[in-house]
């Protein structure tokens, strides 16, 4: 049973920062890639960030590039979402997910290409 669990998420103003963690369990971590989505009342998920299983590829989305980082560390089964300079908009649920391909150079952004998630973490962006 693949289990991941966010953590990192809560409120902090315009402008601050937060670092959301998700830890995995159950699958050998180290061989699929992770993605963290987000999804805010009354929108659809939204792609955020993706990182490739040996971390040498990534992908963001547009409103979040130059801002976020996301990384891994695979001896820890973590991937990590660093996000600075956060904005009102940022404001949102965020999950993470693992990639239904095994040692895929690939790191997309589509749902449909993620099978297991979490249960997601609370960001809110006060003004």
């Known amino acids: 049973q693949v289990q991941l669990v966010e953590s990192g998420g809560g409120l902090v103003q315009a402008g601050g920062s937060l670092r959301l963690s998700c830890a995995a369990s159950g699958r050998s971590f180290a061989r699929y890639g992770m993605g963290w989505f987000r999804q805010s009342p009354g929108k659809e998920r939204a792609f955020v960030a993706s990182?490739?299983?040996?971390?040498?590829?990534?992908r963001y989305a547009d409103p979040v590039k130059g801002r976020f980082t996301i990384s891994r560390d695979n001896a820890k089964n973590t991937v990590y979402l660093q996000m600075n300079s956060l904005k009102p908009e940022d404001t949102a649920v965020y999950f993470c997910?693992?990639?239904?391909?095994?040692?895929?150079?690939?790191?997309?952004?589509?749902?449909?290409?993620?099978?297991?998630w979490g249960q997601g973490t609370q960001v809110t962006v006060s003004s």
């Open positions: 997910a693992t990639h239904i391909i095994v040692y895929s150079d690939d790191a997309p952004e589509s749902g449909d290409d993620y099978d297991y």
């Open positions: 990182i490739s299983w040996n971390g040498d590829s990534t």
